[in-house]
């Protein structure tokens, strides 16, 4: 065979495949024999390895695998993937869809799918050309799997039709339950610990370093949204059905729905079907369907408002109440947990259960030895519901709260308000201290690398750190050397199994260790706020902070009422800054970090001098030219105003772009509230808006 005939023979080949992976995994309508799909393959492997140079990027055999990752890097998302706030039954279905009716005058369609229980991801074409898979992380930034996600037939390599130069889809990654069985099946014949359920098992796969391995896991993909920027469609459902036709595997299993009783159906028909499916699901996700709709409803800091994910009612079982375990958390909480008579739950083994606290014991009426029923919150936290009261022994003793930290025996304290109890040792309570600098070495925080696996409690072991300012003090000589060997038992699997694990500091683990550390000195102010572990002031908040108030010695020095007035921080949240900024103990951990280098400033959004809007309380309705809505309530912000989502008498004025919510605008008349449109607003601020409209 000549070179052009092999060229013109691979590109024949790889289109015929790709067709019928299109037919066989999409249309789900196979229109050759599994041994003829097999010598076209054949195939195309011997000419691709005969005549490499005309392999193409796209061709079906990178489905083969063969790939090793050894890292796989963080990359941002272009558009942020939320999560979905959820919902457990009909009454907050019926809140859902009346607060969208009280922002949106016209008629609602909703879009009903179902919630796989998978691993989500986004994957990115470029003309036409899959460039990049990337896991959702922590909603901002994820870790890119391209090589074994690639390794899935359902996704397409390339796409097919007339599509965009530029397209993103989300979606759902699963195992089947036939790829899971399978799996378990080969891990048991080698003697190694199964998979818990398929969530775990694609999870596990999808990290793998060795695609070749990936590929014989036989994942599976489910795309449920599409995101480019000037989407051409009105409907979240037309984008599905044009994505079909690109070649994306969209779930048959979707509805439009015009009311409740419609969707409710659909809730009710899978909550039944769901046991026939050959995956699993673990709910119901309920989106409005016009895209117009959804920019006009918004986003939370975390989810949008156009969205919901309704979950099934958690499945239920009966075991055995062993013994309780106080556990101190970083802050000093007490948490109860308890310890069960193993036994399999929603496709995992369940040993333990929270307890959540003292007021809930109590309530429960709990007794050692009781048998407990145990549901999965959310399908993913085991916790106890409810008590077979016929099988109590007539001895049994009613479990009490402790009154004295199990660590340090300090004298538990309860806030007044609050149902949980707290040990105030903060500064001597070994679990309070290693909990902290856990935290403040965590990837969102500090991102000290190479100090996981137990290495923070081996140091803490060894009486070299009290706090995580004494992080900075740490030298090569007082690390290398250090050893610890841990057993512990790996609830990973069905079967859990005891390890041992030697934790030793090398050379090599020793280097990286100090460098991280060195690099952290460039962390931004932001996440250093974050990483001080703050009591409420979580990541998002902490950045909101910072970029208000610009430094350390800003906030240190806030009162309560300068703190209240930051958005998003409320009495609560102000309270625990001040807290923790007037214990003088932490003020003096603060000033060592700044000694040691750490940023604890940086240039505040709100400059003083154009703070235009200070002191005001804005409501945005409305969908706007120049602006997306968040861009606008951004803008409000970086000049010194303040969102509020609701209309009252504290309201300066409102901006309202078109299809302003029609009840927003009869409160605002009825109060005479002032209303401006756009191009007051961007006169007001004399800014000319470069922003555009985002999907």
Same mark, same amino acid.
């Given at each position: 065979?000549?070179?052009?005939?092999?060229?013109?023979?691979i590109a024949e080949l790889s289109e015929v495949i790709d067709n019928h992976n299109y037919k066989y995994y999409v249309l789900a309508k196979p229109s050759i024999s599994d041994y003829d799909f097999d010598m076209l393959m054949n195939e195309l492997i011997a000419l691709e390895k005969e005549f490499p140079e005309f392999a193409l990027p796209t061709s079906p055999t990178q489905r083969v695998g063969g790939d090793i990752t050894k890292e796989f890097p963080l990359v941002k998302h272009r558009y942020p993937m939320l999560s979905l706030?959820?919902?457990?039954? *009909?009454? +907050?279905? =019926?809140?859902?869809?009346?607060?969208?009716? %009280?922002?949106?005058? /016209?008629?609602?369609?909703?879009?009903?799918?179902l919630k796989f229980d998978g691993v989500s991801i986004s994957l990115t074409y470029e003309n036409g050309v899959l460039v990049r898979a990337v896991t959702r992380g922590d909603g901002t930034q994820g870790d890119e799997?391209?090589?074994?996600?690639?390794?899935?037939h359902s996704i397409p390599l390339k796409l097919r039709g007339d599509y965009p130069d530029f397209l993103?889809? *989300?979606? +759902?990654? =699963?195992?089947?339950?036939?790829?899971?069985? %399978?799996?378990?099946? /080969?891990?048991?014949?080698?003697?190694?610990?199964?998979?818990?359920?398929?969530?775990?098992?694609?999870?596990?796969?999808?990290?793998?370093?060795?695609?070749?391995?990936?590929?014989?896991?036989?994942?599976?993909?489910?795309?449920?949204?599409?995101?480019?920027?000037?989407l051409p469609y009105t409907t979240h459902y037309q984008s599905l059905m044009a994505a079909k036709e690109w070649g994306f595997n969209i779930s048959p299993y979707i509805k439009v729905c015009k009311n409740i009783d419609e969707i409710e159906s659909f809730i009710n028909h899978w909550d039944v079907q769901r046991k026939n499916l050959p995956f699993d699901i673990d709910g119901i996700v309920i989106k409005v369907n016009s895209f117009a709709q959804h920019e006009e409803l918004g986003m939370t800091a975390k989810s949008p408002r156009w969205a919901?994910?309704?979950?099934?009612?958690?499945?239920?079982?009966?075991?055995?109440?062993?013994?309780?375990?106080?556990?101190?958390?970083?802050?000093g909480t007490i948490t109860p947990v308890a310890n069960l008579e193993p036994v399999q739950l929603a496709g995992t083994t369940v040993k333990r259960a929270t307890l959540n606290n003292a007021d809930f014991i109590r309530q429960l009426g709990l007794h050692y030895d009781d048998t407990v029923k145990v549901e999965k919150g959310g399908e993913i936290i085991p916790k106890i519901v409810g008590i077979d009261l016929e099988k109590r022994k007539t001895d049994s003793r009613e479990v009490q709260f402790i009154t004295k930290c199990p660590e340090c025996g300090a004298t538990l304290v309860q806030n007044e308000g609050e149902a949980a109890w707290y040990c105030p040792n903060s500064m001597g309570c070994p679990p309070q201290i290693k909990g902290r600098i856990e935290h403040f070495i965590s990837r969102k925080a500090m991102n000290i690398e190479s100090l996981g696996e137990g290495k923070v409690e081996v140091i803490f072991d060894n009486h070299l750190l009290n706090n995580y300012a004494d992080l900075y003090d740490l030298t090569y000589d007082q690390l290398y050397g250090l050893e610890k060997t841990e057993?512990?038992?790996?609830?990973?699997?069905?079967?859990?199994?005891?390890?041992?694990?030697?934790?030793?500091?090398?050379?090599?683990?020793?280097?990286?260790?100090?460098?991280?550390?060195?690099?952290?000195?460039?962390?931004?102010?932001?996440?250093?706020?974050?990483?001080?572990?703050?009591?409420?002031?979580?990541e998002t908040t902490a950045k909101v902070i910072a970029n208000k108030m610009g430094n350390i010695d800003n906030i240190i020095n806030a009162s309560l009422e300068e703190l209240q007035e930051i958005n998003t921080v409320g009495e609560t949240i102000a309270q625990s800054i001040r807290s923790f900024f007037d214990d003088e103990r932490n003020i003096q951990i603060i000033n060592r970090l700044k000694a040691f280098g750490l940023q604890f400033s940086q240039e505040k959004k709100v400059s003083s001098e154009n703070q235009v809007l200070a002191g005001k309380t804005i409501v945005v309705s409305g969908v706007f030219a120049n602006f997306s809505r968040d861009g606008i309530k951004q803008k409000i912000e970086d000049l010194g105003g303040k969102n509020s989502s609701s209309i009252s008498s504290k309201t300066d004025f409102v901006v309202a772009g078109e299809k302003m919510g029609p009840e927003k605008l009869k409160k605002?008349?009825?109060?005479?509230?002032?209303?401006?449109?756009?191009?007051?607003?961007?006169?007001?601020?004399?800014?000319?808006?470069?922003?555009?409209?985002?999907?």
């Open positions: 065979m000549t070179k052009d005939e092999a060229k013109k023979r706030a959820n919902s457990y039954n *009909r009454d +907050e279905i =019926i809140e859902f869809i009346q607060r969208i009716e %009280k922002t949106i005058e /016209e008629p609602v369609e909703f879009v009903c799918e799997v391209t090589a074994n996600i690639k390794t899935i993103e889809m *989300r979606g +759902e990654v =699963i195992m089947p339950h036939d790829s899971f069985d %399978k799996v378990n099946a /080969e891990r048991d014949d080698l003697g190694l610990p199964l998979f818990a359920n398929p969530r775990n098992a694609t999870a596990g796969t999808i990290k793998l370093q060795d695609s070749k391995e990936a590929a014989r896991r036989r994942l599976d993909n489910f795309c449920y949204y599409m995101m480019m920027d000037n919901i994910a309704y979950k099934f009612k958690a499945e239920q079982v009966s075991t055995k109440l062993l013994s309780i375990d106080f556990q101190v958390g970083r802050h057993t512990f038992i790996d609830e990973s699997s069905l079967f859990p199994e005891t390890v041992t694990r030697k934790v030793s500091f090398k050379e090599k683990t020793v280097n990286n260790i100090l460098n991280s550390l060195i690099k952290s000195r460039e962390v931004p102010f932001a996440r250093v706020l974050y990483a001080l572990g703050i009591r409420e002031v979580g605002a008349q009825a109060l005479g509230i002032k209303i401006i449109d756009e191009k007051e607003f961007i006169k007001m601020i004399s800014v000319i808006s470069t922003e555009h409209r985002t999907q």
